[in-house]
């Protein structure tokens, strides 16, 4: 298969962490001889520097033009602390969104074995962790328009759409098809009207799937029922804000940074981008946790349909989690730096001997189809 695969570093660790992203795909190209061709393209403080605009023209024609997006991490500010909406860092992530369509965010949350020591609960219950959050993040609060007034008052506008809501709720449904047929909607629908709309329009769209169950939280008690028992949920479906909201739920319970990807989809193009920030302090360390960077790719791959390949990647750091090849944050383990790391999954993807007697009952993320 050949893949044009636009690769945007960013800022902080970014540049650091979606360098072993390449290293896990150039080994799956060589491996199952697939042609995958990258170009590189600024975005955040990177392209503020060089070009002042943290989303610059040719980087959305190289997105535009390729299959698939890695994106490494933003910061959140300026380094010169202009006020420009398009010197923001964490403005062309919206932007670039906006552009590309990009309408849903999936974050699988899974704990995986050899890491569930790190997690908050007992291992009994850390094991059950494996649920995906469905987010819609082109509408709501988030996109909507704002005022902040110098009489000391301020508004926030927030709509959403039946097409909007629609478009996520059937991806959500299908996904829970492929998994534990189960779907747990978080909205607030005893005082928003935007919630109201969301129960209705997915409460008429699950008649259309009759073999998966629907739920329906409101997300203060969403939140309580997830701290509690994570088993509980299979695919959460959310608007942007709560999804937010979920979202960092999700990543408490893994216990480690750098554990979490994401995939943002739309109708024509699709990004990954693992869901930690830029950590700049730790820029040029070989410190940083790769693993969500290696998830992403393993998102990527399953979105082409090379399942096969994804296997392969998932096998591979599985056996670095088993032999505590990792980075201290995640098991208190021997100091192995960032390029260590990749370098071990990327070889022991293309080391034939690591992928033999691979069992689907053993691939977590295979099992549980993400895209």
């Not at 690769?7 to 995958?36: R, S, W, Y």
């Not at 007992?122 to 704002?146: C, M, P, T, W």
């Not at 309580?224 to 479906?237: A, E, G, Q």
């Not at 399953?302 to 670095?320: D, P, Q």
Request: glycine share 8%; aromatic share 6%; proline share 3%.
């Amino acid at each position: 298969m050949k893949l044009r695969i636009a690769i945007l570093g960013g800022d902080g660790v970014g540049p650091e962490v979606m360098a072993q992203a390449v290293k896990c795909l150039k080994a799956i190209g060589e491996t199952f001889n697939h042609d995958f061709r990258f170009t590189n393209a600024l975005i955040g403080n990177t392209a503020i520097r060089e070009t002042g605009n943290s989303l610059p023209l040719k980087t959305l024609e190289v997105c535009a033009n390729s299959d698939a997006i890695l994106l490494g991490a933003l910061e959140k500010t300026a380094e010169d602390s202009r006020d420009d909406n398009d010197a923001q860092p964490q403005e062309s992530l919206g932007r670039l969104r906006k552009e590309l369509g990009l309408f849903a965010n999936i974050r699988p949350v899974k704990l995986f074995p050899g890491i569930t020591a790190n997690s908050p609960f007992s291992k009994n219950l850390a094991d059950k962790v494996d649920f995906h959050i469905y987010r819609e993040q082109l509408g709501g609060l988030y996109n909507g328009e704002g005022h902040l007034k110098e009489s000391g008052s301020a508004t926030d506008s927030c709509t959403y759409t039946e097409k909007e809501i629609s478009r996520i709720a059937h991806l959500a449904f299908k996904a829970a098809k492929r998994r534990r047929k189960k779907v747990t909607l978080v909205d607030k629908a005893n005082i928003l009207d935007t919630s109201k709309l969301w129960r209705t329009v997915v409460t008429e769209i699950a008649g259309s799937y009759p073999e998966v169950n629907l739920e329906c939280l409101e997300i203060d008690n969403a939140v309580v029922k997830l701290t509690l028992d994570p088993s509980n949920f299979d695919i959460i479906l959310a608007d942007a804000m709560f999804g937010d909201v979920i979202s960092g739920q999700g990543s408490i319970l893994l216990g480690a940074q750098g554990l979490l990807p994401s995939a943002s989809l739309g109708e024509y193009h699709c990004m990954f981008k693992p869901t930690h920030g830029a950590f700049s302090k730790e820029k040029g360390k070989n410190s940083i946790n790769p693993i969500a960077s290696i998830f992403c790719v393993i998102m990527l791959l399953e979105k082409f349909g090379l399942k096969e390949e994804a296997n392969a990647v998932f096998a591979s750091v599985r056996k670095a989690f088993k032999k505590k090849v990792v980075v201290p944050d995640v098991l208190g383990s021997r100091k192995y730096g960032t390029d260590y790391v990749g370098d071990f999954i990327a070889d022991n993807i293309t080391d034939s001997d690591s992928n033999l007697n691979i069992n689907d009952e053993n691939i977590g993320l295979g099992k549980s189809t993400i895209i």
